[in-house]
């Protein structure tokens, strides 16, 4: 069984860098295919993609977001990290993390989200 | 603005078909990229519907259908239940801005 959860703080200040820790279980980062990435959605709005990680480690980040984002993994403790940096108040938003479903880019398991809001 | 435009709202009556449609252009679903679609119900995360374009997870019923052409891509669900009233949303690769894709989502509401 895959699940798949977020963590990190749910009040930011604008300016301040965000961290989001997605913590899964029932498959392997390491194994071929696999990816884990993270989608945003403000409130009453719809998705936006993040960013991805492969097996490989390979990234992959979304391009009007590219210079404030970094995704690391920790194979070991079942891990995928996501930082942005620079938060203002339109970053508010839920962010879920989710699993790539192997051989497709889509995304098959999803956690429940964390509510982040950027307020001062 | 999402690249890909859904239309805000559908709705339809139980055991009627809907259909939700997804439209792009030549650097995204034209390209040849495949499309997913989720389904968000109120207060939850999104769940996997459709991926490739036509393909249905395990115990997502048969209800529910996907299709592509050209530059556009439709959802279908037929014998339409109240539990189906939810958000649904279509994702593609978009090669010009070399990232994954969302639509703006469309509200099904069952009457």
């Known amino acids: 069984q895959i699940t798949l959860k977020e963590s990190g703080p749910t009040l930011v200040k604008p300016t301040q860098t965000l961290t989001l820790t997605c913590t899964f279980s029932g498959f392997s980062l390491s194994a071929n295919g696999m990816g884990v990435g993270w989608i945003r959605q403000p409130p009453g709005k719809a998705l936006e993609w993040l960013a991805l990680?492969?097996?490989?480690?390979?990234?992959r980040y979304s391009p009007s977001l590219k210079t404030r984002l970094t995704i690391t993994k920790d194979t070991s403790k079942n891990q995928v990290v996501l930082t942005m940096t620079n938060m203002d108040p339109v970053d508010t938003a839920t962010y879920y993390c989710a699993s790539r479903r192997s051989g497709s880019e889509s995304f098959d398991y999803w956690g429940q989200g964390t509510l982040v809001t950027a307020s001062s | 603005q999402s690249v890909l435009t859904q239309p805000p709202s559908v709705s339809g009556a139980p055991g009627q078909r809907v259909t939700i449609s997804c439209t792009g252009s030549?650097?995204?679903?034209?390209?040849?990229?495949?499309v997913h679609w989720y389904q968000q119900l109120p207060g939850t995360a999104p769940k996997l519907l459709i991926y490739d374009n036509t393909n249905r997870p395990s115990g997502v019923p048969d209800r529910f259908s996907g299709s592509k052409s050209g530059t556009s891509a439709s959802l279908a669900i037929t014998g339409l239940q109240a539990e189906d009233e939810a958000d649904y949303y279509c994702q593609s690769y978009d090669s010009s801005l070399s990232g994954w894709v969302f639509g703006g989502g469309t509200k099904l509401t069952v009457l």
């Open positions: 030549s650097s995204n679903i034209g390209a040849g990229y495949v």
């Open positions: 990680i492969y097996w490989d480690d390979e990234k």
